[in-house]
């Protein structure tokens, strides 16, 4: 009996040892979460590739719409870094003692697109192409929860068509989900971001066209650094990271529109 | 918290998703438990698997399915839309057709109702000269009342809470679409807390009551064949 006990010690040390010695490396870099709302997914991802490869701690992406992200925060969701869609909810952090006082900043502008995956809707003529009665659905981002669907609101209410489209609208919870009611050919025409076109322009096909970024207001996305990181020196150099020329350009590149550069 | 401000739409809408849904499901649940019952036939695992997938799947499986299916590419949808002018998915009925997938589960365990009474209630009846469908619905039927409870109490209650899959194919429409749990959930969103609080207690002590209702008549009734 004192025999196995022993054995099963010697086990035990062993698997412990191994595991420690697996996670050696692993702790001397630091890890950091960032909350990202689901529109900059794309380039968020090549961002933290990046900035993992020069300074070789780790960035591990939570992505989600603006609003469930904020209310999470609120809720103590352990986040070093929120990427808002918006500045409202990074302002709100801020004011609220959340988010850390001067940190916040525009990383990104984002900018509206009307595509159709099938090019007969001809939605690079613009607009107009919202008159015509051949399409069933145009699919927007949820005006109440998403700032780019918000943006879309007031496009269509500037020029018009707001009222008259109401019977067509589909909304989705967020822009990721509007793009997908166009892909599965639920939705003709849809509203979604320049980025998510952008970064799968060849999969996505079809006609767009760019909304002037004079009729809505700017969809600022803003990003704050969380209380809880105020001594995270990774969680600061993420976010000069983002404000580099480097980081900024990765973001143009993605189809947003960048303030510096 | 102000009442004033609650929008009863989801509501109203909700309450008549799940019942034309729990009607629908009586009416396709009944012979399909009837023949799970009854059958000797191979398929038949496959077919009681089939209709307990929902509730293993996590929503948006079948939401994602339901997207691409009932879409106007869809094997479903596209037929729909030629015969309609408009394919099942952001429709009322398109939420219909989902919510009867998604809770069908919960009215085919009327099979094992239908086991428990056997085949004697049904071969007396016959030998007294009833028909088929006559001694279906002067024998069985009220020998499975207790079976039929339960089982339109919980498809009815499980389609009010549905989320995953009318969040997928519904498109958020209000008065088409737009339940309750989409409403709860975009509510919380945009930080309209005492809304939400509204909404989400009412569902939670409707739901309650409902199964509370359910489980003391169950009580009193008979468990089956005496």
Known sequence: MTIKKSKWCDLMYGLISVFFLIQAPIALAEQIRVAVASNFIFPIKELSKEFENTTGNKVLVISGSTGKLYAQIHQGA???????????????????????PGSRFTYAVGRLVMWSADPKFATKFGLHVLGQKNFRYLAIANPKTAPYGKATEQVLRKTGYWKKIQSRLVRGENISQTLQFVVTGNAQIGFISLSQLSSSRELLGGTSWLVPLSLHEPIQQQAILLKRANSSQVAREFLKFLKSKKGQKIIKNYGYYVEQF | MDLHSLDYGPIWLTLQLATVTMMILLIIGTPIAWWLANTCSKIRVGIEAVVALPLVLPPTVLGFYLLIMLGPNGWIGGPVQTLTGSPLSFTFTGLVFASTLYSLPFVVPLQSNFESIGKAPIETASSLGASKWDAFFSVILPLSRRGYLTATVLG???????????????????????????????????????QAHILSAGLLLFSFLILVMVYSINKKLPVNVS
């Open chain 1, 78 to 100: 352990p986040f070093e870094v929120f990427l808002a869609a918006d500045s409202n909810r990074p302002e709100l952090l801020e004011k609220e003692g959340i988010g850390v």
């Open chain 2, 156 to 194: 009815f209650a499980h389609t009010l809470g549905e989320f995953g899959v009318v969040l997928m194919v519904g498109g958020n429409i209000p008065g088409k679409t737009k339940v309750i749990s989409i409403e709860i959930y975009d509510r919380v969103e945009v930080m309209e807390y005492a």
